[in-house]
């Protein structure tokens, strides 16, 4: 197997590491600086690859959905029955983990910039068609399995995304009413709405 480049390393961390710090302090009170540090390099590395904050941002939201998606390639791909699989995806995107909390903040973070940056909205736009044509092919899946009730799958897919987004972002903000497992219980309540 080839081995990874240097400076892709290089990249990868400082893109690691800009995520972290979004996802501490928000994006506004960012600065290369703290990436730098972060990163165990200096600002000059960062500039190296990105030449301003603006850049970095855009990168770091696009690696961030990246690993999203690598982290549940296993889900997707696996041979189990299409409601089992839709199930652990759902279940998947829980912020009951220190690195789905961390991807959470950053996409919070995402959605805040973007209400003021047409690149970024651009870049939302990709990144939800991704996600709803994942979770349309599942539900599409299990219509065809006979496992899901028929109907428009995207718009399935579009109800899921949204509440989960939605719950997620309550959970994040520490809500007494909606916890991790009450977020659990009500994403599985309304999947078995959804089973045939």
């Known amino acids: 197997m080839p081995r990874v480049s240097v400076e892709a390393e290089r990249k990868e961390q400082i893109l ?12 506004k009170s960012l600065r290369i600086a703290d990436v730098a540090k972060r990163a165990r390099t200096s600002t000059g590395t960062v ?3 990105f030449d301003t904050k603006r850049d970095l941002m855009h ?23 299409p409601s089992v699989r839709l ?18 903040n950053v996409w919070a973070e995402l959605w805040i910039e973007a209400l003021h940056d047409p690149d970024l909205q651009e870049l939302n736009e990709q990144v939800y068609g991704e996600w709803r044509r994942m979770v349309a092919a599942i539900v599409r899946d ?3 399995a006979g496992e899901f009730r028929e109907g428009d799958a995207v718009v399935f897919a579009n109800a899921l995304i949204g509440m989960v987004d939605g719950l997620s972002l309550q959970v994040l903000m520490g809500s007494r009413a909606m916890t991790v497992e009450r977020m659990r219980a009500v994403c599985d309540q309304v999947l078995t709405q959804f089973l045939s």
């Open 59 to 81: 990168a770091a939201f696009e690696w961030n959905f990246s690993r999203s998606v690598d982290r549940r390639r296993e889900l997707l791909d696996a041979a189990e029955p």
């Open 47 to 49: 500039h190296y690859y």
């Open 87 to 104: 199930r652990r995806f759902i279940d998947s995107y829980l912020p009951s983990d220190d690195e789905t909390i961390t991807a959470w």
């Open 16 to 27: 690691s590491a800009a995520c972290e710090v979004i996802a501490e302090i928000g994006f």
């Open 142 to 144: 299990g219509q065809d």
